[in-house]
T-cell receptor, first 110, second 114 residues
Framework: TQLLEQSPQFLSIQEGENLTVYCNSS?????LQWYRQEPGEGPVLLVT?????EVKKLKRLTFQFGDARKDSSLHITAAQPGDTGLYLC??????????FGKGTSLLVTP | ETGVTQTPRHLVMGMTNKKSLKCEQH?????MYWYKQSAKKPLELMFV???????ENNSVPSRFSPECPNSSHLFLHLHTLQPEDSALYLC?????????????FGPGTRLTVT
């Protein structure tokens, strides 16, 4: 099992602020995914990054895959209360298994 | 709407009970998964089925028994569980390997073992 470390573990900010969360590993992944999970629900896939150095944007969310494909970041611009949730990163190793991090719990207050 | 449904959404069972969790996917996928999500732990993969055959079992106790009768349905049969088995059980589906990495999750079943 390849470990994914996510930081910070918890983040509480006010509406309108910017934030970045990180996903790091000592292992190389063929691809990496970001999910958001709301309380009582399953994770919802946000994005998949495949190429080292790749940047993808989803409205106010910007995802970056590290050049060496060992780490990734998620940047949110002008956070809104609807962004509140648990952000999970997951890396693919064997082709069947997704290795998940523990997640970053984000709270955005009005 | 994720296209993956799970029932029941909540389940409370005693340690001597037998119950089953059900998952159905409407996405035309060929692989299905069971995960366990406990507080302060990463999601743990329990079982993987690809084209209705089990391809991975991550040393899950025998009190959990999966069943995949077709590519759209997945069950997790539970018996003589322990309190530490209380968790959110998530089902997911994807295209069969090697393109198995984009997984779509159901809403989960919150299981409490008393």
């Amino acid at each position: 099992t390849q470990l994914l470390e996510q930081s910070p573990q918890f983040l509480s900010i006010q509406e309108g602020e910017n934030l970045t969360v990180y996903c790091n590993s000592s292992s190389v992944f063929s691809s990496l995914q970001w999910y958001r999970q709301e309380p009582g629900e399953g994770p919802v896939l946000l994005v998949t990054v495949v190429t080292g150095g790749e940047v993808k944007k989803l409205k106010r969310l910007t995802f970056q895959f590290g050049d060496a494909r060992k780490d990734s970041s998620l940047h949110i611009t002008a956070a809104q209360p609807g962004d509140t949730g648990l952000y999970l990163c997951a890396g693919v190793d064997s082709g069947y298994a997704l290795n998940f991090g523990k997640g970053t719990s984000l709270l955005v207050t009005p | 709407e994720t296209g993956v449904t799970q029932t029941p959404r909540h389940l409370v069972m005693g340690m001597t009970n037998k119950k089953s969790l059900k998952c159905e996917q409407h996405l035309g996928h060929n692989a299905m998964y069971w995960y366990k999500q406990s507080a302060k732990k990463p999601l743990e993969l329990m079982f993987v089925y690809s084209l209705e055959e089990r391809v991975e079992n991550n040393s899950v106790p025998s009190r959990f028994s999966p069943e995949c009768p077709n590519s759209s349905h997945l069950f997790l049969h539970l018996h003589t569980l322990q309190p530490e088995d209380s968790a959110l059980y998530l089902c997911a589906s994807s295209q069969a390997a090697p393109s198995a990495y984009e997984q779509y999750f159901g809403p989960g079943t919150r299981l409490t073992v008393t």
